[in-house]
C-alpha cells in the first residue's frame, strides 16, 4: 500500500470527515487520495484559521480535528491555530509538508525546521516515516487525545510520497490520571477538610467542562449547597438560575463576585485548568482542594491540602454520597450580588451599547443555538452575562485568546453542525483579522450571522490603557465608517443603530441561505465600568 492511501486510510478510520488547510503542491496527491476516500478537504483563506477550525471540530465532535499547511509560511501561520488547541486542550492533528533529510538546515526558500517551530505548542512533533505510517497515525490520535488534550504535528516530506509503508510495533500511549480510581486516604481527608469548613466555595474549569461533569456537579450542589464560581470555558456546566451559580471568574464585573468568594474558608478546585485563570490570582489566603486530572499548577503560596488526580467523576460520585455538610453561607446576599452581575445597567446614548446588543441577540438565537465569540472587551462581557444551556453552546478561546478566532470557530460550528443556528460575535479589529474566511463561509453556503461590534478602536486595550491612567495610542481602528458597503466579498451588509433594527436584522439573517454581516456600530463606554477592574 502507498504511504498516501494508508495515511488517508487511517483518517477515515479514526472517523475524520474534514481537512482544514491550504494546499501545497506535495499535498496534491493526498488531496485526490482524500477525494476518493469521502473525507472533504476545507479550503480557508488563512492556515491559522484551519488549526483554529479543526480545534473546534475537535470540540463539538470528540474526534481530534486535522488541519494542514505547506512548508515555511504556510506553517507559520498554522501555528497560530495549533497554538489555540494547545492551550485551549484541544485534541489535533496538524499536518504540514517537510523539506527531504538532505535539505534540512539548508537555506533553501520557505525551509524552516517545522520540528523546532511546533514543539513548544504540540504535546509531540515528528516527521512520518514509511515503516509505520497507521500506526504513527493512531499514535498521535491517541497521544492527542489523552489527558491533557492537545496537538499533535505531523510532517510530511515529499519523498515519501513515491514510497510503500511497512509495519512495525509501536510504543503503548502513556496512561493518565483521568482513568485511575481515587485513593480511599485522599478521599477521607477531603471529606474531613470539607466538614470542617463552614463556608467553602467551588471553584470548576475547563476541565470539568470538557468530560462533561455538569449532571454530576449539579447533584453536588443539591446535596451540599456550596456556591461555585467557574470559568469563562466552563460556561453552562451550572446555569445561572441555580441557587448555587455565583458567576463567572475574571470577566465583566467579576470584582462583585468577590464579594463573595472572599468570605470563603476552603476552595475546592473541580476540573480547573489554570491556564484560564490562576489560583493565585483571584484566591483568598485559604486552603485549597484540587481535584483534577493532572497535579495542580500552584505556587508554593497556596495552601494545597488535599491534591487528588484521578478520575474526577468518581470523586463527585463520592461526594455525594455522604451525608450533607452544613454552611454559613448567606444565599440572599449571593443571589443579590449574582442578580447584578448578570444583569447590569446600561449606559444610555444615542448608539447602541454591548449589554443591549447581547439581550437582543439572546432574544432572537434559540435556546439550542450556537454563539462563537472573538477575542476582545466583548467577549469579558460575553463571558458573565450570556446565557447558556449547555457546555459548547457558547465557543471561546480563554486559554491562547488570540484575536481572529471568532469567525472561523462559527464556520466550523456551522459545517459540522448545520441544523444549528449559529452567530459570531467579534469586535472590528477581530473581523479585520480574518476578514478573507466570509468568502469562506459564502463558497461552502453556511448561514452563519456575523455581527460586528464596531466601535473603531480595540477596546480591551483602550480600556487597560485608562485603567493605569495613561493616553489612549495604538488603539484607533480607522476613521469614518467600517465598512459602508451594502455587500462584504459578495456577502450582504446590513448596518445598523437602533435597537429595532438590530433585531430585524437578526431575524432575516437567519432566513437567508447563505451568511450575513450586521455592522452594529456600537458605543464602547460600557466596557469601561464592566471590565476595568479585572486587571492588576
Keep these: 500500500m502507498s504511504v498516501v492511501k494508508e495515511l488517508i486510510d487511517s483518517l477515515k478510520e479514526r472517523g475524520v ?18 477525494r476518493n476516500n469521502g473525507i472533504e478537504f476545507i479550503l480557508v483563506a488563512n492556515e491559522a484559521s484551519a488549526g483554529i477550525m479543526a480545534d473546534v471540530c475537535f470540540r463539538i465532535t ?7 499547511a505547506t512548508y515555511g509560511p504556510g506553517a507559520t501561520n498554522l501555528s497560530t491555530g495549533v497554538g489555540c488547541a494547545f492551550l485551549d486542550r484541544s485534541a489535533i492533528i496538524a499536518f504540514t509538508s517537510e523539506f527531504n533529510d538532505d535539505q534540512l538546515g539548508k537555506r533553501v526558500q520557505m525551509n524552516v525546521d517545522h520540528q523546532a517551530l511546533f514543539s513548544g505548542i504540540t504535546k509531540w512533533t515528528f516527521r512520518l516515516e514509511s515503516d509505520r505510517v497507521r500506526e504513527s497515525v493512531n499514535d498521535a490520535f491517541d497521544f492527542a487525545l489523552s489527558e491533557v488534550p492537545g496537538p499533535v504535528h505531523i510532517g510530511i516530506h515529499s519523498e515519501i510520497v513515491v514510497k510503500r509503508s511497512k509495519t512495525t510495533l509501536v510504543d503503548k500511549v502513556p496512561e493518565t490520571f483521568s482513568s485511575v480510581d481515587p485513593d480511599s486516604e485522599k478521599l477521607k481527608l477531603l471529606e474531613k477538610t470539607l466538614r470542617s469548613s463552614a463556608r467553602p466555595i467551588i471553584a470548576a474549569g475547563l476541565t470539568a467542562s470538557r468530560l462533561k461533569l455538569g449532571e454530576k456537579l449539579r447533584k453536588l450542589l443539591d446535596l451540599h449547597h456550596i456556591p461555585i464560581v467557574l470559568t469563562p470555558m466552563a460556561k453552562g456546566l451550572v ?20 464579594e463573595i468568594y472572599n468570605k470563603s474558608d476552603l476552595v475546592i478546585g473541580i476540573g480547573y485548568d489554570p491556564v484560564e485563570f490562576e489560583f493565585e490570582d483571584w484566591m483568598p489566603d485559604v486552603p485549597l482542594i484540587n481535584i483534577d486530572t493532572t ?3 500552584v505556587s ?11 478520575n474526577i467523576g468518581e470523586v463527585l460520585d463520592f461526594m455525594t454520597s455522604v451525608a450533607p455538610v452544613n454552611t454559613e453561607w448567606d444565599f440572599n446576599e449571593i443571589k443579590k450580588i449574582k442578580e447584578y452581575v448578570l444583569d447590569p445597567p446600561e449606559l444610555k446614548g444615542n448608539l447602541l451599547g454591548p449589554i443591549e446588543v447581547l439581550r437582543i441577540l439572546r432574544e432572537k438565537l434559540p435556546a ?5 465569540c472573538d477575542v476582545g472587551a466583548h467577549t469579558h462581557l460575553i463571558g458573565q452575562i450570556w446565557e447558556v444551556e449547555n457546555p459548547g453552546m457558547l465557543i471561546m478561546t480563554n ?3 488570540s484575536m481572529g478566532f471568532g469567525i472561523p470557530s462559527a464556520i466550523a460550528a456551522k459545517l459540522i453542525l448545520p441544523d444549528k443556528k449559529v452567530v459570531c460575535v467579534t469586535g472590528d479589529g477581530g473581523f479585520m483579522m480574518m476578514a478573507g474566511e466570509i468568502v469562506t463561509a459564502r463558497r461552502l453556503g453556511l448561514n452563519v450571522v456575523f455581527i460586528i461590534l464596531a466601535d473603531g478602536e480595540l477596546g480591551l486595550i483602550r480600556v487597560k490603557q485608562d485603567n493605569i491612567g495613561v493616553t489612549n495610542y495604538g488603539v484607533k481602528l480607522y476613521d469614518g465608517d467600517f465598512i459602508n458597503e451594502d455587500t462584504f466579498f459578495g456577502v450582504p451588509v446590513e448596518t445598523v443603530r437602533k435597537k429595532e433594527e438590530l433585531s430585524l436584522a437578526i431575524e432575516a439573517g437567519f432566513e437567508r441561505v447563505g451568511p450575513q454581516i450586521i455592522e452594529v456600530v456600537m458605543d464602547g463606554s460600557e466596557y469601561n465600568s464592566l471590565i476595568s477592574g479585572n486587571f492588576k
Design 17 to 34: 470527515k474534514y481537512v482544514f488547510g491550504i494546499e501545497g503542491g506535495s499535498w496534491i496527491p493526498y488531496m485526490e487520495e482524500m
Design 300 to 310: 508554593e503560596d497556596i495552601d494545597l491540602v488535599c491534591d487528588i488526580n484521578c
Design 399 to 401: 486559554g491562547w485568546s
Design 368 to 372: 439550542d443555538g450556537i454563539m462563537t
Design 239 to 258: 446555569p445561572h438560575d441555580h441557587e448555587c451559580y455565583s458567576g463567572v471568574l475574571f470577566h465583566a464585573m467579576s470584582r462583585q463576585l468577590k
Design 295 to 297: 497535579v495542580a499548577d
Design 62 to 68: 470528540g474526534i481530534p480535528g486535522v488541519c494542514y
